[in-house]
């Protein structure tokens, strides 16, 4: 099979009733920019900055952090680069980034952390903007935002970047072509403002790791709670399906990034509610390229609204067996 997925690296995810879909991969460090080669992915949906900041005794010197983001640019080429601004506190916690009071929080995951933690402490967020900024002067940036729960916060880190770009210019330094600004779907309040929220947005990336532990009130680290739920559930796949269609008249572009969509019946099940873009765990590249290439995508859709209005007892099992008959 490892020859088989070599052999779909240059093979382009077109469903079988030719529609492009985009498979992209989560990334974090250099080490990782290979990737995109051997796998022939479409872009980093996902780079998750935060990594360099785990790795280091201290945090990350402006300088460092352009050099790093150059370096990933770079190797990207003309593939797009979705960089994540830092979702640190919680449980990763940093010696050098502590809580004013210096006290542990008894539910990190829901606390002190990603854009909660930036918008405290901005200089952290200023820092990592200009240096973002600067890294990406003659090309696109893409930004997003984690843990947005409310639109406030989304135009607050944005301001961040905004004012940042003004101080570059007025130092006639080389600006980004463009910024794309998005805003990472991780928290189920944030659903509830895509009407308002949309029309700011460049796009719209959703978290299913931390989206799902918050709709199950299931801790995502907890091996006790692995069983408790599932991706294939009408719960969330309805609430998804909720979210492409809040979107749709505004024509934001929407990708899955959490670890689901590296799963071949998620997969399915998120072409079946209308996402045709993912980001995925890089090995799951080429057996992600290969179901794209059997599915119709039409006829994924007719039965998934079919499960989702009438929600059969076992979804999964529902797919599987499609999934079976049509020869996936
Ligand atoms: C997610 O929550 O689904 C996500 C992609 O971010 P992370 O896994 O880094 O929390
Ligand atoms: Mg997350």
């Known amino acids: 099979r490892q020859a088989l997925y070599a052999a779909m690296r240059d093979v382009e995810p077109v469903s079988a009733d030719g529609q492009r879909v985009r498979v992209m991969i989560n990334a974090g460090l250099r080490d990782d920019m290979p990737m995109l080669n051997l796998t022939g992915a479409d872009g980093i949906g996902l780079f998750r900055t935060e990594f360099q900041f785990l790795v280091s005794a201290t945090l990350p010197a402006r300088e460092r952090q352009t050099r790093l983001y150059r370096d990933v640019l770079d190797a990207a080429g003309d593939r797009p680069v979705v960089f994540r601004t830092v979702d640190i506190g919680g449980d990763k916690v940093l010696p050098y980034l502590r809580h004013n009071d210096g006290e542990t929080e008894e539910n990190p995951a829901?606390?002190?952390?990603a854009l909660?933690?930036?918008?405290e402490r901005d200089g952290l967020l200023k820092v990592q903007a200009r240096a973002l900024l600067e890294a990406a002067g003659g090309r696109t940036l893409n930004v997003m935002f984690p843990m947005v729960t409310e639109p406030w916060e989304f135009d607050a880190a944005r301001a961040v970047f905004e004012s940042?770009?003004?101080?570059l210019k007025q130092q006639k330094k080389l600006l980004p072509d463009a910024i794309r600004y998005g805003a990472m779907l991780e928290v189920p309040a944030l659903a509830e403002y895509l009407d308002v929220?949309?029309?700011?947005l460049s796009f719209l990336s959703i978290g299913t790791n931390d989206l799902t532990q918050f709709l199950f009130a299931a801790d995502r680290a907890n091996p006790k709670l692995a069983e408790r739920y599932d991706w294939l559930s009408p719960a969330i796949l309805r609430f998804l399906r909720r979210v492409v269609l809040a979107v749709a008249p505004f024509g934001t572009d929407v990708t899955v990034c959490g670890e689901m969509g590296g799963r071949r019946l998620e997969a399915l099940a998120l072409l079946g509610i209308g996402i045709t873009r993912l980001s995925i765990t890089p090995a799951a590249v080429g057996p992600i390229?290969?179901?794209v290439r059997k599915v119709e995508l039409?006829?994924?859709?007719a039965a998934m609204a079919g499960w989702l209005a009438n929600p059969p007892a076992d979804l999964?099992?529902?797919?599987?067996?499609?999934a079976t008959a049509h020869g996936i």
């Open 164 to 167: 940042q770009l003004a101080f």
């Open 316 to 322: 999964r099992a529902e797919i599987a067996a499609w």
């Open 110 to 113: 829901m606390g002190w952390r």
């Open 289 to 291: 390229k290969e179901l």
């Open 197 to 200: 929220l949309a029309p700011r």
């Open 298 to 301: 039409p006829a994924i859709q």
């Open 116 to 119: 909660r933690v930036a918008l």
